[in-house]
């Protein structure tokens, strides 16, 4: 791996007093790289919090992480650095519909046109207090996720392009980056960190990269909808994206 014989020649073979080992330093240093295509701004970054893991909020780049893992700390100020550069996208949750193709667009990921289902269209007219309703309006939505996702990857796809999603637990954005298929094969199903989620008592949290995962992104654009009513198991049948086992 060309980024530890780099990180050994800087840092030395002493690992013990150091927040983060070698690998885990080869690991971010490769992930900053090719994310940004070798930004110089954004490597001496990535090395600056290798080598000293951010303890601010604006440097860590999110809340509550005052007794995280060096390990985990450093990540989160990389991929905190990739998004300030517009390297990876971070949707916030709350204006994910609006956002989502606009952004792809941006990032080169579909066209100025696109093929897939119009989301917000695909929601009928109705009474919002009906509970029947709701379940009516979710069940049309949950059917027009699956084509949707399809079409989007097949469009990235035709432009030489993937889409992976960052799995990034706490806060309120969802993480996408679009890079080359040779990239995402590259890259996909690695987990860039594993532990325990410091801001909740006796979970455990994999920050990881993988295909879109368009159950999560129905299940942060849907309503619940009161009185118990369900969508139908088998309408929302979107791609598996899913990792197996996440290499390491």
Known sequence: ?????????????KVTAQP?????????LAFAEDVSGADPVVMAQAFQ????????????????LNDATG???????????LVDKGY?????????????????????????TTNAPDLMAAI???????????????????????PFARIVEAEAADRDR??????????????????TPEIAQRWRCVSLWAGADVTRAGRTIDIMLAGPDWVQFYDLIRIEPVGGGMVSDGVLDVPNNACAVPQV
């Not at 080992?21 to 690991?27: M, S």
């Open 1 to 13: 791996m060309r980024w530890l014989s780099i990180v050994l020649s800087l840092f030395g073979t």
């Open 20 to 28: 983060l080992d070698l690998n885990q330093r080869a690991l971010y």
């Open 88 to 112: 990876i996208l971070d949707l916030e949750i709350k204006y994910l519909i609006p956002d989502f193709e606009p952004s792809l667009r941006e990032a080169g990921a579909i066209g100025e």
């Open 162 to 179: 993937a889409i992976l999603q960052l799995s990034m637990p706490l806060g309120d954005a969802v993480f996408y980056w679009v890079t």
């Open 124 to 146: 009928p007219e109705g009474d919002w207090d009906d509970p029947a309703f709701q379940v009516e309006a979710m069940t049309a939505l949950a059917a027009t996720v699956g």
């Open 49 to 64: 919090f290798v080598a000293a893991p951010p303890i601010t909020l604006e440097t860590i780049g999110f809340y509550g």
């Open 71 to 81: 390990a985990e700390r450093a990540l989160r100020g990389i991929v905190t650095v």
